[in-house]
């Protein structure tokens, strides 16, 4: 298991796509998981910590949970099978470890709740983990960016067709 934090929630304007981004908090690779936009909205609630006038429905588990003295241990993202993450709250509940499935963006709205740890399988992260490109600088002296530059540049921007 490989311990993350949520490094941002990519939001696109002009179409449907939410992504949540992982990030190993002692590696450089990155967990991009696609996730809807209830989820999004809960996720990002919280993290900009904004309430909603009542409870919404990972607020419930969450209340559920420590009615139920049943505590957090951490969340995992366990599986990658046909392009579909899948994900699993690791309970303690009077001293046994329960197990639960469920989608990976409900498994994080409820860990962020909770202040719980998230958990990678190193082999997902394997699997679907990715590396950051390096710079066009670091890849490219400053010199060689000169002809973009240049270009950029030369753009009449004042002149653009209108539809």
């Known amino acids: 298991m490989i311990e993350v934090k949520i490094e941002t929630i ?3 304007l002009v179409s ?7 990030k190993e908090r002692t ?4 967990l991009p998981i696609w ?3 209830c989820e999004t909205e809960a996720l990002a609630m919280h993290l900009q910590n904004i309430r909603a006038p009542r409870p919404m429905t990972h607020d419930l588990i969450v209340t559920l949970l420590q009615h139920f003295n049943a505590r957090l241990d951490h969340v995992l993202i366990s599986a990658l099978k ?7 709250l690791v309970l303690d509940v009077q001293g046994q470890e329960q197990l639960i499935d469920l989608r990976p963006s409900d498994a994080m709205a409820i860990a962020v709740r909770l202040e719980a740890p998230l958990f990678v399988d190193e082999g997902v992260l394997d699997q679907a983990g990715v ?19 240049d270009f950029l540049n030369r753009l009449d921007l ?4 209108t539809d």
């Open 158 to 161: 004042d002149n653009l067709p």
């Open 27 to 30: 590696g450089e690779r990155y």
């Open 82 to 88: 046909d392009d579909t993450f899948f994900a699993q």
């Open 10 to 12: 990519q939001v696109s």
């Open 35 to 37: 996730i809807g936009a």
């Open 131 to 149: 590396l950051p490109e390096p710079s066009l600088l670091e890849e490219h002296g400053p010199e060689e960016l000169d002809v973009f530059r």
């Open 16 to 22: 449907p796509h939410r992504i949540v981004v992982l």
